[in-house]
Structures are given as structure tokens and as C-alpha cells.
């Protein structure tokens, strides 16, 4: 089955470590995102990849960093310059090459931070 | 700069009877819009989206949307509620950016959260 994998789905971390979310997809898809997710605020755009080699920052990318070094795999990096990381992170892949493509989510990623 | 508003953040109906979530949304070009539900802990699924095509969308799990650009509205109805259908729901706006084609962003709604009573 095809899909998006996230792991681990808790995840524990003391203040002031860095910390690596895992994303992996199988759908063949080109585009990748990060969101951050808390109660009440909807989902909030992190960093996008529209392409191997290439990302762009997204609304809230201050504290977080990505690679795209493979098409199937974006993982994300919580830094401990990160005001505020206890959150929910989702991880999705698109098509690229139109709008109109709906995007795919993984299961997410459960971080607290303390 | 597009924006969605859903209007309460908390809904509750009883099984059986109809679901209407709002949802409102803010763009100065015609948008792509889409509906996604997500459960306790897991991540979201797509309901439906519109795409320029039939304004009355209707997507999975008997659920369906009808896009009013003079209220530049987008809501989502159930005409019947099973207790399933308790959950998180999403409504999500991109604009086609010139062309149709490229990269749109994605912006979402803060989010209803759907009770169902029996």
C-alpha cells in the first residue's frame, strides 16, 4: 500500500537538544510539507519541498530545519533555537504541476519538549 | 493573501441529525478548496475539494460541500450524522496561482471539532 510513514509517533526530548522527525513517502510524489499543528490554530506551514535538492521556508520555518536529499524522505529538525517545539508535526506529499492536487498525510509525530 | 474562517470551533448534533460545519474563505483569485477530517492522534484525510468544476462536491463518507463565490462560502453537510463522524474537521483554501499550474498554498481553517450524541 502506497502511503506517507512517520516515526517515531511519540517523542520525548529534553530542552535544548535537537531532534530529527522522520518522513517517508512511497507515493512517487515530487512535493513535500512540514506543518505544525496546535490546538485551536489549525495547521501551519513549516517548510515545503518541491523538488529533490530544493526547499523553500514556509510560514513558520524560525527554529526548524529540512534536507531533500532523497524524493521519498523529508525529515525535519527540531532545533533547540525552537521558542516553543511541543506540538504535533504532520508530514504530507503532493503531485506537483498543478494546484488542484490534493495533499497526502502521514499519521504524525507527537514532540514534547521538556 | 488567502485566509479561511470556520465558523465555531465546537459543534455538537445528535445521531441522525443533519451536520453543517461553515466555512468561509478570503482569496483574490479563484480558489481550490478542500474539506479534511482527522481523528484523535492521527493525521488528516481528505473528504473533498473543489477544484472549478461542479460547485456541489461530494466526497467520501456521504458528505458533500457547495462552493458559493458570491458568499465565498464553502460549507460541509452530512445529511444524517453516525457517531463516525466524530472528529476534528478542516477546510483548507489554495489559490491557483496564474496559469494553474505551480505550487499553491495550502492555508487552513483553525479547525471544528464534531461531536455526535446518541
Known amino acids: 500500500d502506497g502511503g506517507i510513514t512517520q516515526s517515531p509517533k511519540y517523542l520525548f526530548r529534553k530542552e535544548g537538544q535537537n531532534v530529527t522527525l522522520s518522513c517517508e513517502q512511497n507515493?512517487?510524489?515530487?512535493?513535500m510539507y512540514w506543518y505544525r499543528q496546535d490546538p485551536g490554530q489549525g495547521l501551519r506551514l513549516i517548510y515545503y519541498?518541491?523538488?529533490?535538492?530544493?526547499?523553500q521556508k514556509g510560514d513558520i520555518a524560525e527554529g526548524y530545519s529540512v534536507s531533500r536529499e532523497k524524493k521519498e524522505s523529508f525529515p525535519l529538525t527540531v532545533t533547540s533555537a525552537q521558542k516553543n517545539p511541543t506540538a504535533f508535526y504532520l508530514c504530507?506529499?503532493?503531485?506537483?504541476?498543478?494546484?488542484?492536487?490534493?495533499?497526502?498525510f502521514g499519521p504524525g509525530t507527537r514532540l514534547t519538549v521538556t | 493573501a488567502q485566509s479561511v474562517t470556520q465558523l465555531g470551533s465546537h459543534v455538537s448534533v445528535s445521531e441522525g441529525a443533519l451536520v453543517l460545519l461553515r466555512c468561509n474563505y478570503s482569496?483574490?483569485?479563484?480558489?481550490?478548496l478542500f474539506w479534511y477530517v482527522q481523528y484523535p492522534n492521527q493525521g488528516l484525510q481528505l473528504l473533498l475539494k473543489?477544484?472549478?468544476?461542479?460547485?456541489l462536491v461530494k466526497g467520501i463518507n456521504g458528505f458533500e460541500a457547495e462552493f458559493k463565490k458570491s458568499e465565498t462560502s464553502f460549507h460541509l453537510t452530512k445529511p444524517s450524522a453516525h457517531m463516525s463522524d466524530a472528529a476534528e474537521y478542516f477546510c483548507?483554501?489554495?489559490?491557483?496561482?496564474?496559469?494553474?499550474?505551480?505550487?499553491?498554498?495550502?492555508?487552513f481553517g483553525q479547525g471544528t471539532i464534531l461531536t455526535v450524541h446518541p
Open positions: 482569496s483574490s483569485v479563484p480558489p481550490y
Open positions: 519541498s518541491q523538488i529533490v535538492n530544493d526547499f
Open positions: 507515493l512517487n510524489h515530487d512535493a
Open positions: 504530507a506529499s503532493s503531485m506537483s504541476g498543478g494546484a488542484f492536487y490534493e495533499q497526502y
Open positions: 483548507a483554501v489554495k489559490r491557483a496561482n496564474a496559469g494553474g499550474t505551480s505550487y499553491g498554498k495550502l492555508t
Open positions: 473543489y477544484t472549478s468544476a461542479a460547485t
